[in-house]
């Protein structure tokens, strides 16, 4: 099975990871973007202030064709609960936010080249916070974490789950870390 944890910058997806390691220990744990040199090349973008957006989308897809075939496909295969920090709805949300303007109706072409080769996720949970909040907490310290950003990210996110509402759960990611992540563990543990 394959769960994602999705949200935006400063929703504390990364924290509540360390906790569902002991209550999930042998699931295998995976991130995007990855620890490759996909990865790195994602993160050099990320940090470059005139990247250029549509070049950027394709660095996240390789990235997804690499976390794929090396961690996501081989785990599955092997009949593992596999965790994944972001996946392809970080795509369907920040990207469509970063080319809107610059494409036609950017989240149906993300979601057009993504499908003939990638695998849906079983559950995504969707931390949820205002974006004014997800800025305060991630410090603004990169081009996506600008408040003005976030909100288009949060109100694609929105659509997306208004679009696939079986596989989304809803997480309050405002509430105390421990509420957190008793909700993510329930949703998990009604999935299983
Ligand atoms: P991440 O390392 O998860 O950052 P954080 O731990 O601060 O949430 O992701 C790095 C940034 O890249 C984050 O701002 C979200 C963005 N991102 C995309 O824009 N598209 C993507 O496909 C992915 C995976 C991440």
């Keep these: 099975m394959l769960v994602t944890l999705e949200g935006i910058d400063g929703s504390g997806k990364t924290t509540t990871i360390s906790s569902l390691q002991e209550v999930y220990p042998t699931a295998v744990y995976t991130l995007e973007p990855t620890d490759s040199w996909y990865g790195d090349a994602v993160r050099n973008s990320i940090h470059a202030n005139n990247a250029d957006p549509l070049a950027e989308l394709f ?3 390789a990235d997804h064709a690499y976390h794929l075939q090396t961690i996501i496909i081989p785990a599955l ?3 593992k609960l596999v965790i994944s920090d972001r996946y392809i709805d970080s795509r369907y949300a920040y990207q469509s936010a970063s080319l809107d303007g610059i494409i036609e109706d950017p989240l149906s072409y993300i979601e057009k ?3 003939p080769w990638t695998i ?9 916070i205002p974006p004014e909040l997800g800025a305060q907490r991630s410090g603004s310290t990169n081009k ?18 208004s679009k696939n509402p079986d596989r989304f759960v809803r997480i309050d990611a405002s509430l105390p870390t421990e509420d ?12 299983l």
Aim: charge should be negative; proline fraction near 2%; hydrophobic fraction near 40%.
């Design 59 to 61: 660095l996240y897809m």
């Design 77 to 79: 295969d092997d009949g």
């Design 113 to 115: 080249i993504h499908q």
């Design 120 to 128: 849906l996720p079983d559950l995504t949970l969707y931390f949820d």
């Design 144 to 161: 996506f974490e600008q408040i003005s950003f976030l909100k288009k990210v949060h109100d694609n996110y929105e659509q997306i789950i």
């Design 180 to 191: 957190v992540i008793q909700a993510v563990i329930k949703s998990i543990s009604n999935s």
